[in-house]
Each structure stands twice: as structure tokens, then as C-alpha cells.
Nanobody
């Protein structure tokens, strides 16, 4: 099993930056990918970004491309999401997710997920 714990959310103004962290524990080797999903008020959960566990290959949703950067620290079993130029539409609960199938993550699902961390961007 895999346990995921997110941190780093908060309340910021448009244009500000935040860095989210996800600490993973357990059988992390069972997941080929780790990433971030988010769910905004009144919307379905959507894919944000993902990274392969064994290689530095990244994937981004079009809505965040050029503004967000996903990275990892294998020694710490931790993934990060650097969010720059935040917009009010980025307001959501952000979930760390892990899974074997990239297409599932990109569809907004994961084999494992954390409790979520709230990101609120005011205008």
C-alpha cells in the first residue's frame, strides 16, 4: 500500500506562487507515476501534472503548462508542484496521486491519493 501526505496549500493573491509537497511512504515501487489532481468547487476532479518515478519525464494539463512545474526527490520519496502565476481559476483542493497507469492519472483518477490540500487564489 502507498500513503500520500500533501502540504503547502494556502491563501494567496493572483500572480503569487506556492509550492506543494507530497511525501510518499509504503510500497511506492508499485506505482510507475506520481502526480497531482485537483478539484475545484462545482467541478469534477481533473489532472494537473504527473512525473514518472524512475525517469524525469513530466506531463502537464494544458491549463497549467508554462506556469506549474512538477519535480521529485527519489531519496525522500517526495514530489513537488511549484505553482507560479497563480490565477483564481486555480483555486481547488489539490490531491497527490500515484498509480501504474498514466492514462488513469490524466483522467483524474489514481490508484492512491492523499487527503488533499486547499489552494485558494484571490483576485
Amino acid at each position: 500500500q502507498v500513503q500520500l501526505v500533501e502540504s503547502g496549500g494556502g491563501l494567496v493573491q493572483a500572480g503569487d506562487s506556492l509550492r506543494l509537497s507530497c511525501a510518499a511512504s509504503g510500497r511506492t515501487f508499485s506505482s510507475s507515476y506520481m502526480g497531482w489532481l485537483r478539484q475545484a468547487p462545482g467541478k469534477e476532479r481533473e489532472f494537473v501534472a504527473a512525473i514518472s518515478w524512475s525517469a524525469y519525464i513530466t506531463y502537464y494539463a494544458d491549463s497549467v503548462k508554462g506556469r506549474f512545474t512538477i519535480s521529485r526527490d527519489n531519496a525522500k520519496n517526495t514530489v513537488y508542484l511549484q505553482m507560479n502565476s497563480l490565477k483564481p481559476e486555480d483555486t481547488a483542493v489539490y490531491y497527490c496521486a500515484a498509480g501504474k497507469i498514466l492514462t488513469r492519472l490524466r483522467a483524474g483518477e489514481g490508484d492512491y491519493w492523499g487527503q488533499g490540500t486547499q489552494v485558494t487564489v484571490s483576485s
